[in-house]
C-alpha cells in the first residue's frame, strides 16, 4: 500500500526515481508522482492511474533536479485524481505520505480557521500545511518538523523536502515502515528495502518514532524523543533482479510456479529429515508450558491460520481461536496466562496485524510471527520469529506466502506435538516424512496447467461462483473463493460442505458453478455426499481430487481436476495450486489487472 523513494544526490534522479516506483508498484496503488528542487523551486509531476501515464507527463515535461521524492499512493482520503495524488506542495514544503493521519480532520479545521487553503481531499496535505506554517513563523526544517510530528495521530511515514534547503530530505515514520539507504555522496529513502535495492545494499531500518535528516554525505536519526540515535546498518541483500518475470506473463503466474521451490527453501529451514525431526528457532519461552493458542490475521492469512487450526489442535491437543486481526482488539478479548499467540503476515507490516501483536504483547501473551520479511516490524517485536522464505512476491493476490505459511504452521503444530509428548518420535518422522514430499506434489500439481486453463473458460462467464471443502479444505475454499474475488472481480464464497444444506444450498442453480475440494482421504465421502446434493439440483460441479477421488465421483460433473495423491496433511499445501490457478486462468481470460487488482494493496498499513 503505498510506496515512497527519495533520493539526495548530486546528478539528476528523475529517472532513477521512476524506477524507484517501478520496484514499488508491487505494493498496489492508483496515482503517482514525484518531486524535486531546481532553480530554487519545487517543481512537481503527477499522474492517476498506472505509472505509464507519469512516464508519459514525464516525457512531455520532464523534472531536473539532484534531490527528489516520488510515491505511489493507494487511495485512503479522496478519490483517485491527479489533485489528491502525492507529492503534496503547501508554500515551501513538499510531503509524500503512507499511512493515514487519524486527527487531519481537527487538523485540517484549524488550518481552515487559521487562513489556510487546500487543493486536495487527501490527509497528507494538512501535514504540508502544518510544516509550512512552522516554516513560516521562523523554524528551521528539524525543529518543524520535531512540531508537526508531535500533532499527528495514526500511522504513518513521510518524507519531506523544503525549498529553501536543497541539501536537505527528512523522513519519518510511525507505524508504516521506511529504511534509510547510505550512498557514496548521496542518500536514500525508502518503503523498503526492495525500493532502494540498485541504489545500495546499505541500510538501516527506522524504529517506532524515528525521523531523519539526510544530507548528501550524513545521515542523523532522532528517535521519538528528539535524541540522536544510532540505529544498526545492514546489508539488504535485496536485488532487482528479484522484482523481474522473466518468460512469465504476469508475476503471479511465475509466483504460483516458483512454489515448489519456495516451499522446499523454507521446510529446510525447519525439516532435519536425516533425524526425522522438526526444529524451530530458538525462543526465550518453553513451547510445552503453552495452555492455548491464539492465530490473529488478515485475509489470505487468515485462511492460512484457519488451516494451521485442525494441525495444531489434531497433534497437539491444544485448544487454538483464529481471530481477524481487524476485530480483534475491539472486541477486548480475554488473554489467558501462558498463552501463544501467533500472528501471520507477508509484510509483517499490516496495520491490523501489528495493532493486534501490541495488544496481545501488553496483554501478556508470548508471541509468535510468521513472516516473510524478517526485518519487518513483527519481527522485531516477536519472541518467537518464524520466518517464511518466499522471496518478493510481488502480484498483490498471495500465492507463494501462502503456502510457506502453510508449511511454517505444519511445523509448528508438529513441533508443539512433540513438546507436549502428544506425537511419538514415529510419528513425528511420519510428519517429516509427508512434509518433505510437498515440493514433489507441488511441482506434480503444477503440470496441470493445461488442463486448469481450459476448466477456467467454464467458470469465467459466471457471475457467483461457490467453493465447497471439509476440514482443512474448508479454509481452502475459502482462499479459492478470495484469489478468484480479487484479480477476476467474479462474486465467490467458500463454504464448509456440510453447511450448504443449512442455507447456501439455496443458491444453487445451473448458472453458478461450484468448486469441490475433495482430496481422498477420511472426509472424502462426506463431501463427495454434499456435492451430489448440489447436483441433484443442477449444480455445475468441477471436482478437484486425485485419481482415486475422480475414479469414484467424477461422473456428471462438468470438469474434474486431477492432483497427486498426497498425504492428507499436506493436501491444502498442494491443493493451493489449482485453486490459484483457476483464478490466475480465469482473471487472464477477463482481461482484467492480474497483478494490480483494482482497490487493492500489496502491504495495508492503514486500518
Same mark, same amino acid.
Given at each position: 500500500m503505498c510506496g515512497i523513494i527519495g533520493i539526495i544526490g548530486r546528478e539528476d534522479l528523475s529517472e532513477r526515481l521512476f524506477q524507484g516506483l517501478r520496484r514499488l508498484e508491487y505494493r498496489g496503488y492508483d496515482s503517482a508522482g514525484m518531486c524535486t528542487i531546481h532553480d530554487g523551486q519545487l517543481d512537481r509531476r503527477r499522474a492517476e492511474g498506472k505509472l505509464d501515464n507519469l512516464g508519459r507527463v514525464l516525457a512531455n515535461n520532464p523534472l531536473p533536479g539532484t534531490i527528489g521524492i516520488a510515491h505511489t499512493r493507494w487511495a485512503t482520503h479522496g478519490a483517485p485524481t491527479v489533485a489528491n495524488a502525492h507529492p503534496h506542495i503547501a508554500g515551501d514544503v513538499a510531503v509524500v505520505h503512507n499511512g493515514i493521519i487519524e486527527n487531519f480532520k481537527t487538523l485540517r479545521d484549524e488550518l481552515l480557521e487559521r487562513g489556510h487553503h487546500f487543493e486536495s481531499e487527501t490527509d497528507t496535505e494538512v501535514v504540508a500545511h502544518l510544516l509550512d506554517e512552522q516554516m513560516q513563523a521562523g523554524k528551521d526544517p528539524r525543529h518543524a518538523v520535531s512540531i508537526v510530528l508531535k500533532k499527528l495521530r495514526g500511522a504513518f511515514a513521510l518524507a519531506i523536502l523544503f525549498k529553501n534547503y536543497p541539501d536537505l530530505l527528512i523522513g519519518a515514520r510511525l507505524g508504516s515502515p521506511l529504511v534509510v539507504g547510505y550512498g557514496d555522496g548521496e542518500n536514500y529513502l525508502g518503503s523498503d528495502a526492495l525500493a532502494l535495492a540498485p541504489l545500495t545494499q546499505k541500510i538501516s531500518y527506522l524504529e517506532e518514532g524515528d525521523w531523519v535528516v539526510l544530507t548528501r554525505d550524513t545521515i542523523e536519526i532522532h528517535d521519538i524523543e528528539d535524541r540522536i540515535v544510532d540505529r544498526p546498518a545492514v546489508m539488504s541483500g535485496a536485488s532487482g533482479l528479484m522484482v523481474e518475470k522473466g518468460n512469465y506473463r504476469h508475476f503471479m503466474q511465475k509466483e504460483i510456479f516458483e512454489q515448489p521451490?519456495?516451499?522446499?527453501?523454507? /521446510?529446510?529451514?525447519? /525439516?532435519? +529429515?536425516? !533425524?526425522?525431526?522438526? =526444529? /524451530? +528457532?530458538?525462543?526465550?519461552?518453553? /513451547? &510445552?508450558?503453552?495452555?492455548?493458542?491464539?492465530?490473529? =490475521?488478515?485475509?489470505?492469512?487468515?485462511? $492460512?491460520?484457519?488451516? =494451521?487450526?485442525?494441525?495444531?489442535?489434531?497433534? =497437539?491437543?491444544? +485448544?487454538?481461536?483464529?481471530?481477524? $486481526? &481487524?476485530?480483534?482488539?475491539?472486541? !477486548? +478479548?480475554?488473554? !489467558?496466562?501462558?498463552g501463544l499467540s501467533v500472528f501471520i503476515s507477508q509484510s509483517g507490516e499490516t496495520a491490523d496485524t501489528l495493532a493486534a501483536l501490541r495488544h496481545a504483547k501488553a496483554g501478556g501473551q508470548k508471541i509468535a510471527v510468521v513472516v516473510n520479511v524478517p526485518t519487518s516490524s513483527m519481527a522485531r517485536e516477536a519472541d518467537l520469529l518464524l520466518p517464511t522464505h518466499a522471496g518478493p512476491e510481488i502480484g498483490v493476490a498471495s500465492t507463494k506466502a501462502f503456502t510457506c505459511q502453510l508449511a511454517v504452521l505444519a511445523a509448528l503444530a508438529t513441533h508443539i506435538a512433540q513438546v507436549k509428548g502428544q506425537i511419538s518420535a514415529k510419528d513425528e518422522q511420519e510428519i517429516v516424512r509427508h512434509l518433505a514430499e510437498a515440493p514433489a506434489a507441488l511441482n506434480a500439481a503444477l503440470a496441470f496447467n493445461d488442463k486448469i486453463e481450459t476448466v477456467a473458460a467454464s467458470i469465467a462467464p459466471a457471475r457467483d461462483v461457490l467453493y465447497i471443502g471439509r476440514g482443512p479444505d474448508f479454509p481452502l475454499a475459502m482462499e479459492g473463493a478470495l484469489k478468484l474475488k480479487e484479480i477476476s472481480y467474479i462474486h465467490a464464497e467458500g463454504y464448509a460442505a456440510g453447511e450448504m444444506k443449512h442455507g447456501p444450498i439455496a443458491l444453487i442453480d445451473d448458472k453458478v458453478p461450484i468448486i469441490v475440494l475433495a482430496p481422498s482421504g477420511p472426509l472424502f465421502e462426506k463431501t463427495v455426499s454434499n456435492m451430489q446434493e448440489m447436483q441433484a439440483r443442477g449444480g455445475k460441479v468441477i471436482l478437484i481430487s486425485d485419481e482415486k477421488g475422480i475414479l469414484e465421483a467424477g461422473d456428471n460433473c462438468l470438469a474434474t481436476l486431477t492432483m497427486p495423491k498426497v498425504h492428507p496433511l499436506i493436501a491444502p499445501i498442494v491443493y493451493a495450486i489449482p485453486v490459484q490457478l483457476l483464478a490466475y486462468h480465469v482473471a487472464v481470460i477477463k482481461g482484467t489487472d492480474v497483478d494490480q487488482p483494482r482497490n487493492l494493496a500489496k502491504s495495508v498499513t492503514v486500518e
Open positions: 521451490v519456495v516451499v522446499a527453501q523454507t /521446510l529446510q529451514s525447519y /525439516l532435519r +529429515p536425516v !533425524e526425522g525431526q522438526v =526444529a /524451530l +528457532p530458538t525462543s526465550d519461552f518453553d /513451547l &510445552s508450558s503453552i495452555k492455548r493458542v491464539t492465530i490473529v =490475521a488478515c485475509g489470505t492469512s487468515y485462511y $492460512a491460520g484457519m488451516v =494451521a487450526r485442525y494441525w495444531i489442535e489434531r497433534f =497437539a491437543r491444544v +485448544p487454538v481461536e483464529i481471530e481477524a $486481526a &481487524s476485530e480483534y482488539r475491539y472486541r !477486548e +478479548p480475554v488473554m !489467558e496466562e501462558g
